[in-house]
T-cell receptor, first 111, second 115 residues
Framework: GENVEQHPSTLSVQEGDSAVIKCTYSDSASNYFPWYKQELGKGPQLIIDIRSNVGEKKDQRIAVTLNKTAKHFSLHITETQPEDSAVYFCGSGTNAGKSTFGDGTTLTVKP | DTEVTQTPKHLVMGMTNKKSLKCEQHMGHRAMYWYKQKAKKPPELMFVYSYEKLSINESVPSRFSPECPNSSLLNLHLHALQPEDSALYLC??????????????FGQGTRLTVV
């Protein structure tokens, strides 16, 4: 089955700095790569996603890049704010509609 | 309405009890999912329903029994659970799109404690 590795497990940045979280996947059939933000006591919320026919996608301060050849994808958050503090999960999905998640990154943005 | 509503938010049950978790969405999504999430871990897929039919069961023990009565509702029936089944149970829904995975909308979860 699919295996998704996510790094780092914890990340602490100063407000205004950038944060980068990286994931690798194993299943070459994966074609959908979502990023979810989960705040304490809440369910995961999609913040951005990318499909395998696209190399990069941006939405305001958030961007995702995909390298299909290397099976890597990354989340970039610029101008971080304290409210960006949460656990972030990357995911990898196939046509079957299943998503396998990475182990998560706990991001702390210090004011 | 982009909400997935789960009830109850919290549930404490004994190992001999029978209880049910409920999930509802009104986005017209025809795929619905149950995930289990332990503390500091990612969600783990349990079941997938597509057009009200069970399409994926990730080798989940039979003490968990899913049900999809209609396109808006998803239930998870619980019976004879063990303390290690204590976790956050998440429901999600998505469109069914041929040839591609699609965004999943998650509910807030039910925090289950088995005593």
């Amino acid at each position: 089955g699919e295996n998704v590795e996510q790094h780092p497990s914890t990340l602490s940045v100063q407000e205004g700095d950038s944060a980068v979280i990286k994931c690798t996947y194993s299943d070459s059939a994966s074609n959908y790569f979502p990023w979810y933000k989960q705040e304490l006591g809440k369910g995961p919320q999609l913040i951005i996603d990318i499909r395998s026919n696209v190399g990069e996608k941006k939405d305001q301060r958030i961007a995702v890049t995909l390298n299909k050849t290397a099976k890597h994808f990354s989340l970039h958050i610029t101008e971080t704010q304290p409210e960006d503090s949460a656990v972030y999960f990357c995911g990898s999905g196939t046509n079957a509609g299943k998503s396998t998640f990475g182990d998560g990154t706990t991001l702390t943005v210090k004011p | 309405d982009t909400e997935v509503t789960q009830t109850p938010k919290h549930l404490v049950m004994g190992m001999t009890n029978k209880k049910s978790l409920k999930c509802e969405q009104h986005m017209g999504h025809r795929a619905m999912y149950w995930y289990k999430q332990k503390a500091k871990k990612p969600p783990e897929l349990m079941f997938v329903y597509s057009y009200e039919k069970l399409s994926i069961n990730e080798s989940v023990p039979s003490r968990f029994s899913p049900e999809c009565p209609n396109s808006s509702l998803l239930n998870l029936h619980l019976h004879a659970l063990q303390p290690e089944d204590s976790a956050l149970y998440l429901c999600a829904s998505s469109q069914v799109r041929s040839g591609a995975s699609t965004e999943a909308f998650f509910g807030q979860g039910t925090r289950l404690t088995v005593v």
